[in-house]
């Protein structure tokens, strides 16, 4: 899978953009504050609809403007695909491939598979669960369409079964309608959890073996999955906690309460692992995505580094560089000196100054 060009016509900070990428590694860089890492999020919003940062639509659009487009080409098993995304202030977003139009963004998933690794990426292990939650999410939601209109369906139960805990404060007789949300937010939530059961356990390997070469044969990592319900114990439990919800104004059992743990010789690396190893274990996951794309899909995705290796020490960026050399790969940085000093190939560079990008050499 290969990113051929990216074009943007009042996208963040830029006016109007036409960038052609390299098969092997770009570099954009730059001073911060730029418009380096616009360039990676117009990138990831094409191949997902969402912005990696959780922005609001009306956000991507340029200041005093009222609408942005994306235009985004893409190589994949020898075809050619061009996807057109045109954002409005008020209004859903459009969406286009091949220039016919798609009701569902669901319908987005699969023709542009991203790796997206940004230094909060670093944090994922000591920061809260949802941040967990979200990796899981962003990447099944990529490799599986089934998972992601489940996962859609939960979410609307969930929200509405909220919604209405709230408002039974006040109107009593809307309990007889609780039952009907129930059933939806079990029947969706089982397939959830056993999605992210299966991706898990999947993972896992994959994160074990990078994370033994991380450390030098020195840390056997074990991922698992942290359920806050089973399966099998879901219905039961939500119907237990109908009255505890109920003052709560909250559903507070099922997968949206979900974990990931980490293991190092027994020790629970979120809670007490050093900084390195949490940054190791950070990196290890990320780059298990990499290889769980290429297993799922038979192909590479293209990957997107932001500003990631100012974070890591010299012997994490090397093994960094040395996984990636064979895939399609954009880079953000402020300069290229780690790169010239690792002699790491670097096949296409821009230039970011204030909005504006001009190809450049090394």
């Known amino acids: 899978m290969i990113l051929k060009s990216v074009a943007l016509s009042h996208f ?11 098969r092997g590694t770009n570099i954009l860089y730059g001073d911060n504050a730029q418009g380096k890492t616009n360039v990676l999020e117009s990138v990831y919003v094409s191949g997902t609809s969402k912005s990696h940062k959780g922005s609001r639509d009306r956000e991507l659009i340029q200041f005093g403007e009222e609408e942005a487009h994306i235009r ?5 098993n020898g075809l050619e695909h061009q996807i057109d995304m045109h954002i409005k202030k008020n209004k859903p977003k459009g969406i286009a491939v091949n220039r016919v139009p798609i009701k569902k963004a669901s319908e987005l998933f699969g023709i542009l598979n991203i790796v997206f690794f940004s230094p909060e990426d670093l944090n994922i292990i000591k920061n809260g669960p949802s941040e967990r939650r979200r ?8 490799l599986d369409k089934i998972y992601l209109f489940q996962l859609t369906k939960y979410n609307k139960a969930l929200n509405q079964r909220n919604k209405l805990l709230k408002d039974m404060g006040f109107r009593p007789e809307l309990k007889d309608t609780l039952p009907v949300w129930d059933e939806q937010l079990v029947e969706c939530g089982k397939k959830v959890i056993r999605a992210r059961k299966e991706f898990i356990s999947r993972l896992g390997e994959i994160v074990r073996t990078i994370h033994w070469d991380i450390s030098g044969g020195k840390e056997d990592l074990k991922l698992s999955y942290e359920p806050d319900t089973e399966e099998d114990e879901f219905e039961k439990k939500l119907s237990g906690r109908r009255e505890r919800d109920l003052k709560l ?13 980490f293991l190092v010789g027994g020790v629970d690396i979120r809670k007490f692992g050093s900084q390195g190893q ?3 274990c950070a990196l290890s996951l990320k780059l298990s995505e990499i290889d769980l794309v ?17 974070e890591l020490d010299s012997s994490r960026q090397n093994f960094l560089l040395n996984r990636i050399h064979d895939i399609q790969a954009v880079v953000t940085c402020t300069g290229l000196d780690e790169f010239v000093k ?17 190809a450049g050499s090394i």
């Open 12 to 22: 963040r900070n830029y006016g109007s953009l036409y960038l052609e990428f390299d």
């Open 72 to 76: 985004t080409i893409v190589e994949k």
């Open 135 to 142: 990796f899981l999410d962003l990447e099944l939601c990529q």
């Open 249 to 261: 104004g909250m559903t507070s059992v099922g997968p949206h309460r979900d974990d990931m743990c």
């Open 278 to 280: 949490q940054r190791s």
């Open 294 to 310: 290429k297993e799922s899909i038979k192909d590479t995705p293209v990957l997107l580094l932001d500003d990631v290796l100012s």
């Open 342 to 358: 690792n002699r790491f190939e670097i096949n296409k560079v821009f230039q970011v100054r204030n909005g504006t990008v001009r």
